[in-house]
Each structure stands twice: as C-alpha cells, then as structure tokens.
C-alpha cells in the first residue's frame, strides 16, 4: 500500500451519507436564517423580495454550492490544498476564506454564550426581563408584559422596555464607547468557557465525533421551530405579522439594494466562499452524488428561512397587537430580535418561561453546530497543509486545543462592558459582504477560466454519472463572477460607516481597525498569487503557465480519487510545494 493511500485512510471520511448532509445542514442554517432573512424580506418588498432571492439562488447560491462541494469531494482536500490540485495560482482564495472563518468562530461563539445566558435566566420564577424591579432597573424602565398597562407613544418615547434594559445593563453592561472597556463580565465568561468546552469536544475527534454529534444539533433546533411555530401561529394577532411579513410591494424592486441585500443574504446563507463546503465535501467518498445533495441542501436552507418568517413574524404580530402599535415598532434584525424582541413577546404569553426556554434552545443549537462545523473546516484545512506533523497520534487535539484557546484569549475583549463595540466591529468588517462578494469573484473566474468549467463538469459527471446542467457552467463563466463583482462594486460605493444604534459613532482609529480586518482576508488573493510568481522560476509567461495548468494530469476515474495522482503529477506538486517554501 503506498504513502498516499495510507494517508487518504488516515484522514478519515463519513461513516454514512446522513452524516455528510446533516453536518452541511448544520453549518448552512443558522441564526441568519431565523433572524436575518425575515426581517430582510419584511423590510425589502415582503412576498416580492423573494424574486430577487430566487434569482440570486439559481445564479450563484446553487451553482457556487455545487461547485464548492465538488471541489472538496474531487480533490479530497480542505479548503486550502485543494487549490494545488485546481489552480496552485488562486491559493489565496483558500487562505482568505479560512481567515474569514477564524475571524467568524472567534465573535459567533459570544452570541451562544448570551443565548446561554439567556436560557439559564429562563428558569427562574419570573422572567428578569419581564420587570422592572431588579437592581439594573432605572426608574425609567417600563415592563410591557405587565397587564392593565396603558401603551402609547409618550409611554414608548420617554420609558425604556425591561428586556432593553436587561439586554443593555445586565447581559452587556454597556459602557459609552469603544473606548471605555470596562471590567469583564465574568457571568457571559463562564458562559462563553463552556460553550468553548463543548465546541471542542464535539469535533476533538474529527469527523468520527463531528459526524455523531450533528445527528443531534442539527435536527433538534428543527423540532423547536416546529413547536414555536406551531404556537406562534395560535396566539391573537399572528395572521396580522404573517400579512406583514410577506404582503408584496412590487415597487421596492426598483430599489438597488433591495437587489444586493437579497444577494448578500444568499452568500451568508450558504456559507458560500468560506471554504466550509470543500472541506466537509472532502470526507464524502469519491463517487458520492454531490449533484444531488446540492439541490435537497439548497432547498432545505431557504426553506428553513422561509418557515422561520412565519414562526417569528406570527409572535411580532402578537406582541404589536397587545403593544397596539405598528408591526414595524416591534420588528427587528440580529441581536435585536433574539435578545429583546422575542424574549419581549414570549414574557407576554402565558407559561413564558416554557417559550422563552423553548426559544433559546434553539437559538443554542442553531449556532452550536454552526460554529464547530466551522470549526472543524479550520482545522481539516490546517491538517491538510501540514499532514506530516498534525496527523499524528494525538497531534489533533492538541491543535484544536491550542486553536480554541488562541481565540478564547483574543475574544476576551467582547466580554468587556465595551465588548459589544469590539463585536460588531467584527461583524461588520471581517465579515463584510463585500469580502465574501471578493473572493466569489476570483473563485468562479479561478475554476471556469483557469481550471476549466467544461473540466469540472466532467469531473462531477465522474463522481456522479450525472452531467450537471448547461446553466451551471454558464453560471460558473459568466452569471455569478459578473453578478458578484456588480455587488461588490456597489457596495463599495454604497459605503457607510459603522455606527451603534444610529448614536454612536467610532472613532476613526476603530475604522481603521475594521478595514484592516476586511483587508487581511481580500489581499491574500493577490498577494498569494504575487508570491508564487516571483517564487517560480523561468520567463513571466512560463510562471503564468506552471502556476495554472498544474491540473493537466488530474485523472478522471471514480476508481482513482483525485488524491491518489500518478507519479508525475504528485512531483509537479511536491516541486510546487517546496519552491513556494524556498
């Protein structure tokens, strides 16, 4: 048996197919698809936000999505090696979208440690953030749960809501500014510890435990939808949120950021361009059926979104109702839906504490599977760059130990009264959809133009014996880095600074701090491909050649993975790997 075979054993795969498609699931849908896409749908358009969307999904969510998979599965390789096998020249595109990912698993974690947070306050006898009795309480405070309390607009100007305030002064301890860090909170900490211990070991095995634990994490959030659904949908008021949330305006669509935000939605959604999906393609066996699972996956993800709309808009409904005021006063994106309005809502209800319990769980195992999925693409990559040292006994948990600790240690800062500064601070800029829009761009150009599209195709038909449609490589060449390049050219223009809650502005040094996070990632692709050419040898041109067509030997059978090369293909990338070290 030869080193590579003996290699390609120790890397392990999927025990089962399920495996796979649950651990995609899990990294797929997410808080976004909860939080993000009904308020979106809502704001742009209602039921004609979807056209876009749909757009967006067959011109470059599904065709990027297979793409991405088959790429792990052809090569069985991480997000980073993969490109050796592809286009050596676009590595950088695997760099970028790792460092994106650390970026993401270092601020996604905080958001799971409030939501434990919040689930352990959900037990207790009344809800905190349904009085205004408390210690953090100012005289300003006004509990909107509480019955025979007369609502108006003077009341909702010149009070603040008790989940505001338990939000503002007792899970964050929000201080003036960026500027003023304050003290840690050392209850988000211990929250934030064991949310790290659990991350860690969920996936300390590799996929041998990743693919057990996502049988659990990535249906049960599932089941809460469900129930919280189910609920949403009896209480008074609901059909109103319903009509709200989907009741169509076709004019919006002349807007262009209707367009982009529907784009945007589709690149995070899909997790697209982070390299999550090669990586987890890459454990699939050889002749797994890519095509096929690309469609059930994409159609599980913006369904998954679409159902959540209801589920939250039917309990925003009801809160307005019993509020009497518009939806929109209630309605709200990200942190402000999980953490104020819905734990507003559900103090409503009768038996609140068993929805806002219900409501958390889900929030936890919605992000939970998300971010050690993340994880583990991290890892797997890292692994795949350095097999002869990470592979050995033992090796991988102290590298996934020494992981979490470095980002443990570099998020202690978003635990601080002025954490929530620091967190969106990353949310905005090292998470940036134009990023995301950046490396889409290089990577359709990398594997149509460089690569080959037609090549592809034929290596998908291979693994699968199915030809993938004409759209796709029309998408591939043309639709999705036009398409995207449009986007990122126009968020460019379209710029506006970060602010908090449209009253505090950064001070310009933490912009700057922003934009270096947002540039870490864009220039590596350039930079990446600067520095193979100037470490190859030979005429421009033949650089140009070398660092392109080092896929001219990728063999094409289901009985040889693209892993196991012939003898002159595997010293082409052996001369690349160490000229590039040279």
Same mark, same amino acid.
């Given at each position: ?6 290699? &390609? +054993? ?86 970028? %979208? ?12 905080? &958001? ?62 929000? !201080? ?20 790290? &211990? ?62 982009? +935000? ?54 925003? %409904? ?14 709200? !994106? ?82 601080? +009264? ?21 490396? !889409? ?27 993938? /449609? ?10 999705? @880095?036009?398409?995207?390049? %449009? ?19 950064? @001070? ?22 600067? %520095? ?18 080092? /896929?001219? /030997?990728?063999?094409?059978? !289901? ?24």
């Amino acid at each position: 048996m030869n080193t590579n075979k003996r290699q &390609i +054993e120790e890397r392990g795969s999927w025990e089962r197919k399920a495996e796979f498609l649950l651990a995609v699931a899990g990294t797929v849908v997410g808080l976004g698809n909860v939080w993000r896409f009904p308020y979106l749908c809502y704001r742009n358009g209602g039921g004609a936000f979807l056209i876009p969307y749909l757009m967006f999904v067959v011109t470059c969510g599904v065709p990027l999505f297979l793409l991405e998979t088959a790429m792990g599965q052809f090569t069985q390789q991480g997000a980073i090696t993969c490109w050796r096998h592809l286009c050596p020249l676009a590595g950088g595109i695997g760099y970028a %979208g790792q460092l994106k990912v650390v970026y993401g698993c270092m601020y996604y974690i905080i &958001i799971l440690a409030w939501a434990l947070f919040y689930l352990i306050y959900s037990f207790s006898s009344q809800l905190p953030w349904a009085s205004c009795d408390n210690t953090w309480n100012t005289d300003g405070c006004v509990n909107l749960a509480a019955k025979n309390l007369t609502i108006n607009q003077t009341t909702l100007v010149n009070t603040t809501p008790a989940a505001v305030e338990f939000w503002e002064r007792r899970v964050l301890s929000l !201080s003036g500014g960026i500027e003023e860090v304050g003290k840690i909170h050392w209850e988000i900490l211990l929250c934030l510890i064991v949310m790290w &211990i659990i991350c860690y070991f969920c996936i300390w095995k590799g996929v041998k435990s990743t693919g057990k634990v996502v049988y659990f994490t990535a249906t049960f959030p599932y089941v809460m939808l469900l129930v919280l659904l189910i609920r949403g949908l009896t209480l008074p008021g609901a059909l109103q949120g319903i009509v709200f949330y989907l009741y169509p305006e076709p004019a919006r669509l002349a807007d262009p950021q209707v367009w982009m +935000e529907a784009g945007t939605q589709i690149f995070f959604s899909y997790s697209l361009c982070s390299g999550s999906l090669i990586s987890l393609g890459s454990y699939n066996q050889f002749n797994n059926n890519c095509y096929r699972d690309c469609f059930w996956l994409c159609l599980l993800n913006s369904g998954t979104s679409f159902v959540a709309g209801f589920a939250v808009f039917s309990v925003l %409904g009801f809160m307005a109702h019993v509020q009497g005021v518009p939806i929109e006063e209630v309605a709200e !994106s990200g942190p402000g839906l999980a953490f104020i309005a819905y734990p507003q809502a559900v103090a409503m209800m009768p038996f609140p504490q068993l929805w806002a319990v219900c409501f958390f769980i889900m929030i936890v195992f919605l992000g939970l599977d998300t971010q050690f999925v993340a994880m583990e693409c991290v890892i797997t990559s890292v692994m795949d760059l350095f097999p002869g040292v990470l592979r050995r006994a033992g090796r991988r948990e102290l590298f996934l130990l020494l992981f979490c600790l470095t980002c443990f240690f570099g998020q202690l800062i978003m635990v601080t +009264e002025g954490g929530i500064y620091v967190f969106q601070l990353f949310d905005y800029y090292a998470s940036n959809g134009a990023c995301v829009l950046f490396l !889409s761009v290089f990577e359709s150009l990398a594997i149509a133009w460089v690569f080959g599209a037609e090549k592809m195709s034929d290596a998908i038909e291979d693994m699968t014996k199915s030809r993938p /449609n004409y759209i796709f490589i029309l998408c591939w060449k043309y639709f999705t @880095p036009l398409v995207s390049l %449009g986007f990122f050219v126009y968020s460019m223009v379209k710029y506006r600074p970060l602010t908090f809650k449209n009253w505090y502005v950064y @001070p310009d040094w933490a912009y700057a701090l922003g934009w270096l996070l947002a540039l870490s990632s864009i220039l590596l692709v350039p930079g990446w491909a600067l %520095g193979q050419m100037c470490a190859k040898k030979g005429s421009l041109k033949q650089r140009w050649r070398h660092l392109c067509s080092l /896929n001219t /030997n990728l063999p094409l059978s !289901s009985k040889k993975p693209a892993e196991i090369q012939d003898q002159t293909f595997t010293a082409e990338i052996d001369d690349l790997v160490s000229s590039s070290t040279n």
